[in-house]
């Protein structure tokens, strides 16, 4: 009999998903899976604001693919992808031939956004994989060492722009390396300036004000601000430029590290392969297929999910991306030996937004608000269920986290 190939684009939350979940319910006798990934190693995305600002080394938020590919099913292939040719069912490889496919699962994932806002690709730093976290920490430490020969106190300023989920993360992770930053700089901590800037009036609406308050009063207390309302214009070499939502009024930022985080798109792949989703976040039926080719899946950030319940558009986050990758595995073994697909249906564990290593705030469930040390812990408890969930027990026990410490 003809193996059944199916091919899965990225190594993320969704690929790794669906990954295991095909080795675990397929067979080599009919099946012949090709993962693509452009790097060796899986990363924890969740977790590239501590690698950004010094917290963590990259080793402790990346694992080697290979520790969960079964060769006797799965070839793994180090390579980008550049184009999916829906016409042929090929997907075409920067570095290899092109793969066909029967069925394909697309779990490219994020890149930033920049929503067209002059000198941002130019002049500030985006936080979209290992690389790029990498680059921010290294920038941030040569510019402490600047100030060392300088004196200028630009160096010592960080700006953030955007104080959504993942600028608040960052702007956590940044208030606890503070003291580390001011030893690096030979200064004292009070003149490392760390800050964010946002357009909406009030930062985390998906969270409570109370909640909120509490998450901003922590951060002060690590001496780290957000300024709301303020919509970013442009960002120049040193300088982010914005004007005040309510008057209107111009100001600017002098920051020898400008980070941009305002938010983030589906994988340029998608556009590039002829999809015309909004942001490169691409429909999907209720069996995770897209709606033009039964035998391709999109799942995690390259898809829009509406919530079936609600038929509310679900944010794009890694615990909604593990479940489009189960679902898309299931359905793709489903449909090769004749069985019922599975509908797409989430229920999401809750939403914990990191404030540094120690605290942080979020709703368990529909409405059940937590704060400071016990989110912090919470928070840990659903890193390490995706942990376990895309690299089994071993990696959860090498990377997991379980203290104060990581
Ligand atoms: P990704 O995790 O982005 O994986 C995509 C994979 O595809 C990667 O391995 C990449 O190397 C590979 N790839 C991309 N392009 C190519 C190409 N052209 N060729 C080959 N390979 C390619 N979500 C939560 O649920 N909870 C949180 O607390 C949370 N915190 C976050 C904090 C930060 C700082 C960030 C940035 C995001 C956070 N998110 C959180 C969102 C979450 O990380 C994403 O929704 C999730 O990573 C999406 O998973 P994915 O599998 O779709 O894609």
Not at 181 to 210: C, H, T, W
């Amino acid at each position: 009999m003809e193996k059944t190939k199916v091919v899965i684009l990225g190594a993320g939350y969704a690929g790794l998903m669906a990954l295991r979940q095909l080795q675990k319910r397929g067979d080599a006798s009919f099946l012949e899976i090709t993962l693509v990934d452009r790097n060796p190693y899986h990363y924890e995305a969740t977790d590239l604001h501590e690698v950004a600002a010094g917290a963590l080394d990259a080793d402790r938020i990346t694992y080697p693919i290979d520790h969960v590919v079964d060769d006797k099913m799965t070839y793994f292939v180090e390579d980008t992808v550049t184009k999916i040719d829906k016409q042929a069912r090929r997907v075409e490889l920067a570095n290899h031939d092109a793969l066909s496919y029967d069925y394909l699962i697309v779990g490219l994932g994020f890149e930033s956004e920049d929503f067209g806002i002059p000198g941002v690709q130019e002049n500030a730093l985006a936080m979209d994989s290992v690389e790029s976290a990498q680059r921010i920490y290294q920038h941030i430490e040569d510019e402490m060492h600047a100030y060392r020969e300088d004196n200028d106190p630009r160096h010592l300023h960080i700006v953030v722009a955007g104080a959504g989920f993942t600028g608040v993360e960052l702007l956590g992770a940044l208030s606890e390396q503070r003291d580390k930053y001011a030893e690096i700089a030979g200064a004292a901590p009070n003149q490392i300036q760390i800050m964010a800037v946002d357009g909406a009036q009030r930062p985390l609406s998906v969270f409570s004000e109370k909640l909120v308050n509490y998450g901003i009063d922590v951060l002060r207390g690590r001496g780290a601000v957000i300024e709301s309302g303020k919509g970013i214009d442009s960002v120049e070499p040193g300088v982010l430029k914005y004007s005040d939502r309510q008057t209107g009024v111009p100001g600017e930022v002098v920051a020898g590290t400008i980070i941009w985080t305002t938010g983030v798109r589906g994988s340029h792949v998608m556009a590039d392969s002829g999809y015309t989703g909004k942001r490169n976040r691409n429909s999907v039926n209720r069996y995770l297929q897209d709606p033009e080719d039964s035998h391709v899946y999109l799942v995690g950030d390259v898809a829009t999910a509406i919530d079936p319940e609600s038929e509310q558009l679900l944010p794009t986050t890694a615990q909604l991306a593990l479940v489009m990758g189960e679902i898309a595995a299931k359905n793709v073994i489903a449909d090769i030996t004749d069985y019922e697909l599975t509908e797409f249906s989430y229920k999401s564990l809750g939403t914990v937004c990191s404030i540094g290593n120690t605290s942080a705030i979020g709703v368990v469930g529909t409405d059940h608000e937590v704060k400071g040390y016990p989110a912090s812990m919470l928070k840990k408890v659903i890193m390490n269920k995706s942990l376990m969930e895309t690299g089994g027990m071993k990696e959860v026990l090498s990377k997991g986290r379980f203290d104060l410490y990581h």
